[in-house]
């Protein structure tokens, strides 16, 4: 299956230690070699990188390891094919408009039997469940709110949406609109908040260690979410089958478990 | 003001000749110097890449200018910021999904007191008049068609909105859905369609020279559109003010001067 990499942040922040150990899952030292992507929120935009070489092994990967992007949400996913070719329109994260933001989505999992109607604002391009579930969210949304409602509107409708959609699979997922991160964990989804007394921190997939102390301010706050842990020597908060979580400014903001 | 370079082709092709001398417009051989960005359809997927530092100084340029990605149709915008700030939302090219195909827009020119009504299917992110012209000219789509029309049914449709468009000011753009390119001319465009038997050409903007014949095959067909010639021993055609052009598989497939 799938990885998933989520950064939600008070302060812009670069992943670049974070993606160090994530893409080398990516074909090194794990199977997801069928692609991978990162989207990162700067203010408004989106820098979106996609690409259907493995990570490991991929020119994109490459400048994205080395050019220090500073976001505040971060979703990057590599990719192990369950439903879909390996084409570029099918590697996560997707990417839509809605209520004048962008919105990014990726998916972990696999859904059988999910044909939700064709929407009237959202269609998916490429072949796989998780554009389809991304539509569905998006569509449900938009026909409910004409603009974007409060952020504890939107957890409660993603709520129902997410318990509709997981009855059809595994639905491990990440969505942001640039302000607020939600995460759903259906099997494995793990976070850790960092913020002072910032320490050093041990790869798991590298032997790379990087002191945070020396890299930023007392104020900031930094929550990191992975499918497995990244580190070795933090201590990583498990997320429960079946609960939902909205992160905001590096920090919960909602939880839900059903 | 802002630079265009479109490519439309009959088979995936690579535009490394063409940005080599497109990129150093961006701060060195001329001063677009506010941002740029490429996008390139890869099949229905689309690699975006946008920067809102000036493309001769820019890590990401130089990803592009290493990297063959090879596409059918790609759209390249150079900015000199006249509306909107530089910021990421106000890089070109855009995105947006319609009817299960990503559509790209970039735009050169200036629009005034051009205010189209909020839609209820797009919506801009960022403060550029040429974010709002691309959602304006979407909503029309959609609203008028729930699935994608035949290509003479849309180019007739997008020569209304450009002629009511322009009448706020200077409007060229362009505009691909992957399967067709769409140029509109209000004041600069030139184009090229490069086929067997294949030249040499040299750029304008640095002493560099490709030989086409070594690198394509007979049946191929390559577009280039330009907001200036990029080469100086070949013979562009310039646009007329107020013409519209649809490329697709590398030639002109409708045109319309008004």
């Known amino acids: 299956m799938c990885q998933l990499l989520g950064m939600n942040c008070n302060t812009p922040t670069d992943i670049l230690f974070s993606f160090e150990g994530f893409h080398r899952r990516g074909g090194l030292t794990d199977h997801h070699a069928d692609g991978w992507g990162i989207a990162f929120f700067e203010g408004a935009g989106v820098r979106l990188f996609i690409d259907d070489k493995p990570s490991s092994d991929s020119p994109v990967a490459d400048l994205v390891r080395r050019y220090p992007i500073k976001s505040k949400n971060v979703i990057a996913h590599i990719r192990k094919a369950t439903q879909g070719e390996v084409r570029l329109e099918n590697c996560h994260p997707f990417v839509r408009e809605m209520w004048g933001q962008y919105w990014i989505f990726a998916h972990n999992g696999d859904l059988k039997a999910f044909n939700p109607p064709k929407g009237s604002h959202y269609q998916a391009v490429g072949s796989t469940d998780s ?3 991304f539509c569905h969210i998006l569509e449900q949304l938009r026909q409910r709110w004409d ?3 409060e ?6 409708e993603v709520a129902r949406l997410s318990a509709e959609i997981r009855a059809h699979g595994t639905f491990n997922f990440m969505l942001s609109n640039g302000e607020w991160l939600i995460v759903h964990c259906a099997t ?10 910032f320490n050093t921190a041990h790869l798991v997939d590298d032997d790379v260690s990087v002191d945070f102390s020396t890299l930023t301010t007392a104020q900031d706050r930094v929550a ?13 908060t498990a997320l429960a089958p079946g609960e939902l979580l909205m992160l905001r400014d590096g920090a919960p903001l909602f939880s839900l478990r059903s």
């Open 131 to 133: 554009e389809h579930a």
């Open 147 to 149: 603009r974007a409602p």
């Open 151 to 156: 952020p504890g509107q939107l957890f409660d």
């Open 188 to 197: 494995q989804l793990h976070y850790i908040v960092r913020q002072a007394p």
């Open 224 to 236: 990191v979410i992975a499918t497995l842990p990244l580190t070795d020597n933090e201590v990583w």
